[in-house]
């Protein structure tokens, strides 16, 4: 689990953007909006004052004319802007930036976010119990997944996204709980944002905010994050986007332009599968009763 953000912009992002992203980033990983243990719960597990800080490691990748790509093992509020601003490249375009509740895998850098790979970098929310293997993570795991994905297809081939994640993500799992993502598709020039989380283990309101991201807008500048930025980052956004469940955004990083993909059969098999899962649990407990 994680909070993270992408910032995008043409001809290329400045250094108050940039410094803002982490301002940003450092607020929703100390828990601001305050979200609980138990809100996420969804009953008296935790404790009421607890937040959910998201200490457990952060990372940046940001792209110009290179490529700078750190992976910390501090949380990114216990360090400086200069020291995660520190080298920059020149001209920069994407800004990548992510802030780690560690769920499953070591705290260590081979579960840190962001994964560079060879033809994606990206970022994981929440949590796909099952699919861990050799230590890597279920993020780590997944961005394997879409990486070898990337290389076969393009970002345009809807179909083929979605039988992937059906394939080799879902059918693998023991538990399907959320599946969000931000990916920046290095041969493209194209962001690719999934919204994906099973809709029944959704329990209270905050839970629901805390499993979908905003994008906002301005001309050819696009920010994308876990929460709402509340015009830090993009003073002027003429759009704003609240994402849906089981849907995909393509970003054009040149023009900004948005394109919004409904991802169907995978919806009818996560929810339906939930709801099998109940009337089991059901059918098992009037066994039981009897």
Known sequence: MCRMSILI???YLNNQQLDAQ???????AQGRPDFTHANLGGGPKWDQSQKLIHGDGSGIYIKGDTEIHERFSNAIYNISKENI????PNQPTVSLMHARFATSGNKDEISTHP???DH???VHNGFVKGI???NKSDSAVIMDVLNNHFTRYSSDNM???EQTIIRDIVAQSENYSTMNLILHIKGENKTVIICSYNKSKVESKERLEYNTMVIKKDGNVVYVASEDDEGSVLEDAKETIETKNHTVYVIDEETGEITEHKLDELEEIVEGESEEDSQESTDEAVAEAA
Do not use: R, S, T
Request: charge should be negative.
């Open 120 to 122: 994606i970098v990206g």
């Open 159 to 161: 179909d083929a996204l």
């Open 9 to 11: 912009g043409a001809p």
């Open 115 to 117: 994964f560079n790979l």
């Open 132 to 134: 861990e293997k050799n």
């Open 85 to 88: 601003l520190e080298q920059l």
């Open 22 to 28: 982490v301002n940003h980033l450092k607020d929703m």
